[in-house]
């Protein structure tokens, strides 16, 4: 499945807001969408996200059918090609 990193604005977000969006973020999984890992900063108010699905638009889909849409260059989607996992190189 492929692999994709997301990154997102969250400084207009409570941290109590943020908690509960990273808990739908583990607990939803539909549509072949599936969140691996969130990292956050509350303080900066920016979060990184680890996902499998299909391809970038059922992804973009899914997190629009959450209220998570992107605006501006600082928030993207990045389609994983490339990642060093247990100390080897893996393509996609």
Known sequence: MPKFITAH???C????DVERLVKRFAEESS?????LRTQCDTVLGRMVCEWEAPDREALV???AGRN???RGQEEWVMHVQMELA???????
């Open 68 to 70: 998570v849409r992107f």
């Open 13 to 16: 977000m409570t941290r109590q």
């Open 9 to 11: 604005i969250t400084s």
């Open 61 to 63: 889909r899914w997190l």
């Open 31 to 35: 549509d072949g969408v599936r969140n």
């Open 86 to 92: 247990e100390g080897k190189i893996v393509t996609s």
